[in-house]
């Protein structure tokens, strides 16, 4: 669905890509992971054709992103935290807009709303909307006219977790239908709950890239189990026979309450690579 | 034209819910209405405060709704939505247009009724020229400005000099001198001679440079910024 071959852009004198390189296969949700600053941002302007590059190529819808038509990015669904909603229209007003400019009929705008737990505000001026609706507003006039591959660009950021939690089931409902999700976050849960592959991005240089456990796994260095048992007693044991022969003999005696691996989370992976945290900003 | 009708029908809309641009478009015709039917003075012209008051709306109304409405999309970063559904920047730019210019034009309609009936089509005539080159002014300041204050600061001492110019060069006869270069001044010239009779040359010419300088303006403006 998107290549994204040794892609370089600056602004100035300052490099903001430096050979970024990357597939992304038809129905994942792919994730982008740094901090701000990071390239985010100029990556999705570029893989949707917004922004151009000094050297590499983007392949996006089958085709390279400079000789996307106009037919070509009806397939294509951006909500990027920038833009903005017409503030005195309702809701329904709002995607009246985009239904007619994607000749979509209007019926299908009550349907998207209800997808997005918009129904009872539908006829709410945008302008008293909270930010977690105005977000799902968004949302809507992206999935509105059903696109093939959608870029989110940091959907949840500064959300409640209730709310977060409402756009992350939205999200996944969507890729059951086959789309594509290019993500773009800072929040190492999110990329991990959602995502297919992460890649995480540094100072435009992507450092590291694969499905999230297995970077997980990866450097996992420490390699040792967490017991908790059920005198109150937390317990680490490194991996080897001896460890399994005493995690063996604590089960049988009904002594473990609870049990976990020790690999590290995105963010410690991302702080071990780069020496910054994901969300040193927030 | 399906993206130029969609962008209409939603300033359409926006219209009754504008309440900035509403006052604009309707601020002139309803003072019309009113001075014209209570101030009779003896040896008043006919139609003064029509002919007055047009002028001035002219200067004012489009400039102001045109860049009002294009500087609150990129502010707002509604524009840049648009865009990327495809709506090309011309399609934006006429939509926009041809709804500002319908509207100004139903305000000159409700202007006219002071008018007698033979002056009215010259009269709609002059107004609807006038309207499209105050549009591609304030187009050309919509496309200039970041935002709605820069817009502001930019209409404001155009949006005066054009309304209030001709009104004023009734007083001063240097403001006239300076005036006559100015479009507006021109369509009150021919406002006042309510015909295509002779003498007009000079008024059509300078209109047509005024067109030709703002025309110019906006494709270098356009150029230049793009809708982004």
């Not at chain 1, 918009?118 to 968004?138: E, F, H, I, V, Y």
Request: aromatic share 8%; glycine share 8%.
């Amino acid at each position: 669905m998107i290549q994204c071959k040794n892609v370089y852009k600056s602004f100035a004198d300052k490099t903001v890509l430096s050979g970024v390189n990357f597939d992304i296969p038809s129905g994942e949700i792919f994730g982008l992971l740094g901090p701000s600053g990071a390239g985010k941002t100029t990556l999705i302007k570029i893989l949707t054709g917004q922004l151009s590059f000094e050297a590499g190529s983007v392949i996006t819808l089958g085709k390279k992103v400079e000789r996307l038509t106009g037919e070509d990015k009806k397939n294509i669904g951006i909500m990027m935290d920038e833009f903005g909603v017409y503030e005195r229209f309702s809701c329904v007003e709002n995607l009246q807009i985009f239904a007619d400019i994607y000749g979509i009929p209007h019926s299908k705008i009550k349907q998207t709303l209800e997808m997005v737990g918009l129904q009872d505000a539908m006829r709410m001026p945008a302008m008293n909307l909270s930010k977690g609706m105005r977000t799902r507003l968004q949302l809507a006039r992206v999935f509105l006219h059903s696109p093939k591959l959608i870029f989110l660009d940091e959907p949840t950021s500064g959300l409640d977790p209730q709310t977060m939690k409402s756009i992350h089931r939205i999200i996944l409902e969507k890729k059951r239908t086959g789309i594509t999700i290019f993500l773009t976050t800072h929040n190492m849960e999110e990329a991990a709950a959602l995502c297919d592959t992460v890649a995480l991005l540094n100072e435009g240089v992507i450092v590291e890239m694969g499905a999230p456990q297995e970077i997980c796994r990866k450097y996992n260095h420490q390699k040792k189990i967490k017991l908790h048992l059920s005198s109150g007693e937390d317990l680490e044991l490194k991996h080897g026979k001896e460890s399994a022969t005493e995690i063996s003999r604590l089960f049988e005696a009904g002594n473990i309450e609870t049990i976990h691996s020790s690999e590290p989370n995105l963010e410690t992976v991302f702080l071990e690579l780069t020496g910054r945290k994901l969300q040193e900003d927030v | 034209m399906r993206n130029i009708s969609v962008i209409i029908k939603k300033q359409i809309k926006d219209t009754i819910k504008n309440r900035v641009v509403l006052i604009q478009f309707i601020l002139f015709p309803v003072m019309t209405l009113i001075m014209e039917n209570a101030i009779k003075l003896d040896g008043m012209p006919d139609a003064f405060f029509t002919k007055l008051f047009s002028v001035m709306y002219m200067g004012m109304a489009p400039l102001t709704a045109m860049a009002a409405i294009i500087s609150e999309e990129k502010e707002k970063n509604t524009l840049r939505v648009l865009m990327m559904a495809n709506v090309a920047p011309w399609e934006y730019l006429a939509g926009v247009g041809i709804y500002v210019w319908t509207i100004c034009m139903a305000g000159a309609g409700v202007m006219a009724t002071g008018l007698e009936k033979e002056n009215i089509l010259f009269y709609l005539l002059i107004m609807g020229l006038g309207f499209v080159i105050s549009i591609v002014l304030g187009g050309c300041i919509g496309i200039f400005a970041k935002n709605q204050m820069v817009s502001t600061s930019l209409v404001m001492p155009a949006m005066v000099i054009l309304s209030f110019g001709p009104m004023l060069a009734l007083f001063n006869s240097t403001i006239e001198k300076v005036a006559k270069f100015l479009y507006t001044q021109q369509m009150s010239v021919l406002l006042n001679k309510m015909s295509f009779d002779k003498g007009i040359g000079e008024s059509i010419i300078i209109i047509v440079i005024n067109a030709a300088v703002f025309i110019m303006l906006f494709f270098i403006a356009f150029r230049k910024k793009g809708l982004e």
